[in-house]
């Protein structure tokens, strides 16, 4: 390899994880150490008020998925015609559609399509990411060349072009967005956790495993794996915010759920028609879905710190 | 120098060659007769005859270790089969929508650039706390909005609301700045967020130090000495975002309407044209890989201290 360009998946995996704002103030050089530490002190209060936020969105939003009817009385699917294309007000907070059907009635239910879609997406990348990852670190040499190449050939196809070549072939809906969402993040975990599997193997404890008799497969579960957890824990929480956004995008596109599905990205593709009179169509989906986003990039931040 | 030349051309080659495997197992070999599938469809109501015929014209008669050859070398020559769509070649839709692409993706390029540089600049050299905290914060909220929804939102706003944007029959130039500013917005926040990183970074460097102990001014050190440094790691950053440019170009395209090679991208899934979405993959990959191909042949001449050290490890 050439020592001056860090490999794709990692810049990939970091370029994507927020700014991390709480490294000391580097504007300003001239500042003594102590006053840096202080004001360090001081900025952490912030933050976790924004790690509190984020988890609360998350949670709202699995609520949603999990227990819609706690929020809302309207059926997300079935309107009343003659409350169509309300502007937002204390009856409809987001407004109603083209049909009359309550708008924030079927971003809740819509919560379900799109979570459980990302789920499946990170979860299939995650299962086959990390298996191509340990193996490739554990095994070494030409298994680990091979497979390390396949990766590559993975991350030189943009990831919209690499899903859009699967739904091809696998047709059009929910799971299958999912699936070919799931295909496209399998390269970064697999860099990721090869990485990760690479160094801790090479540690003393490892070699003490394998020293004291440990065979390959319990010492790779018992000892390789915890140890490698926590930073590919990271990058699935990163990976869900973008796996929400590429189903959306999907959805968007016509390629996941069919209507009259609620799913937000096609909730926004519906409400684009209506664009010219009734702004609320696009807007509030559209908020939801970067509220959601954000905050899993948040979180996928903190996990990765504390690790 | 000529080994290491040599061996990373090989290396993208060699990319290449998988990616259009890949491709072809994908697209090809999995679906079977991928390229019948429309044609068998009952609704289009051919007899037997005619789809005999067609899987003549498109050469899906033949083995598949044949077929596979023959694609290799009809991509090789810039021949990419025909379209299921239109029956007219691939190379003739690509070619139409490549210059309309091209622009979109270049101008928005530079916008990216322009914008992950202002916060990345402002941020650091600001000496007010809260204007830092929140420049650092719009990467991570640029990577969080749909591109779709961003570009439906300009729409809403610049061409709704205050009509300044005319959505149809206006200028070239009218029409390029709203898909222009969406495709950039996703674009700059990985730009923004490794510049701030590396600028963080080269600030705690001796050489830093040194200039300011000699007295140098704030702008003196961040530009001769901090910028300077700073930017080589956002060059290896903006030749992996080409990816997301064509990415973001079929949203982009297909919000606005405009014809390239996003919404040729568009059209194919949804016709199931996969000769079509089978070039624009390749084509795709083939651009990723020479532009960071040539990302890391410029690194040494732009930095002569890795000059030496690229020698070594070839």
């Known amino acids: 390899m050439n020592p001056p360009v860090a490999t794709p998946a990692d810049l990939a995996a970091t370029s994507r994880r927020p700014v991390d704002p709480d490294v000391p103030s580097a504007g300003e050089p001239d500042a003594p150490g102590s006053a840096r530490t202080s004001r360090r002190w001081f900025r952490r209060r912030p933050i976790t008020v924004s790690l509190v936020l984020a988890w609360l969105v998350v949670l709202v939003a699995l609520l949603f998925a999990l227990v819609p009817g706690l929020f809302t009385d309207y059926d997300p699917v079935r309107g009343i015609a003659a409350e169509k294309l309300q502007a937002p007000s204390a009856a409809h907070p987001f407004g109603t559609d083209q049909i009359g059907r309550d708008l924030f009635a079927r971003v809740v239910y819509g919560a379900v399509h799109s979570l459980s879609g990302a789920f499946v997406a990170v979860l299939v990348g995650l299962v086959v990411g990390t298996a191509i990852g340990v193996l490739a670190g554990s095994l070494g040499g030409v298994v680990d060349g091979v497979l390390m190449r396949i990766v590559d050939v993975l991350l030189s196809i943009p990831g919209l072009l690499l899903a859009l070549a699967v739904i091809i072939l696998l047709g059009f809906g929910t799971i299958n967005a999912a699936i070919a969402v799931g295909i496209g993040s399998i390269a970064a975990f697999a860099r990721l956790s090869r990485s990760e599997v690479v160094s801790v193997r090479r540690s003393d404890y490892v070699e003490a495993a394998f020293g004291s008799g440990g065979r390959f497969f319990s010492v790779l579960w018992r000892h390789v794996l915890p140890n490698s957890v926590s930073p590919v824990l990271s990058l699935a929480a990163l990976q869900l915010g973008v796996a929400i956004l590429a189903i959306s995008t999907l959805g968007f596109l016509g390629y996941g759920a069919p209507p009259p599905t609620p799913e937000w990205g096609l909730l926004i593709a519906e409400g684009r028609n209506y664009v010219a009179t009734s702004w609320w169509l696009t807007t509030f989906p559209g908020l939801i879905v970067v509220a959601v986003v954000l905050s899993a990039n948040r979180i996928s931040q903190s996990i990765g710190r504390s690790s | ?314």
């Open chain 2, 1 to 314: 120098m000529n080994r290491y030349l040599a061996g990373r051309i090989g290396q993208a080659v060699l990319v290449l060659w998988a990616a259009f495997t890949l491709s072809f197992v994908l697209l090809q070999a999995l679906p079977g007769d991928a390229i019948m599938i429309k044609f068998e469809n009952p609704e289009l109501g051919l007899s037997p005859d005619q789809i005999a015929e067609l899987r003549l014209y498109y050469g899906a008669d033949q083995p598949l270790i044949l077929q596979y050859f023959q694609t290799l070398v009809g991509f090789l020559s810039g021949d990419f089969g025909y379209s299921v769509e239109t029956g007219t070649p691939v190379i003739e839709r690509i070619a139409e929508g490549l210059p309309a692409t091209a622009q979109l993706a270049t101008a928005a390029f530079l916008l990216a650039v322009v914008l992950a540089v202002t916060i990345a600049f402002v941020s650091s050299y600001t000496r007010f706390a809260w204007l830092r905290t929140v420049l650092l914060g719009v990467p991570s909220l640029f990577v969080s909005i749909p591109t779709f929804w961003l570009g439906i939102l300009l729409i809403q706003v610049f061409s709704f609301q205050l009509g300044l944007v005319p959505t149809i029959g206006g200028t070239d130039a009218q029409l390029l700045i709203l898909p222009v500013i969406t495709l950039a917005v996703p674009i700059s926040a990985p730009l923004a967020q490794v510049l701030c990183r590396s600028l963080d970074e080269v600030y705690t460097r001796p050489f830093v130090s040194v200039a300011v102990a000699k007295g140098a001014s704030r702008q003196w050190v961040l530009w001769r000495h901090v910028a300077r440094n700073a930017l080589l790691p956002t060059l290896t950053i903006a030749g992996l975002t080409i990816g997301e440019l064509i990415a973001g170009s079929v949203i982009t395209e297909t919000v606005f309407g405009r014809n390239g090679i996003g919404r040729l991208t568009e059209q194919a899934v949804t016709a199931q044209d996969i000769p079509v979405l089978q070039a624009i993959v390749i084509l795709a990959a083939f651009v990723f890989v020479t532009v960071n191909l040539l990302v890391d042949l410029l690194f040494p001449i732009l930095d002569p201290r890795l000059k030496g050290r690229v020698g070594v490890s070839a």
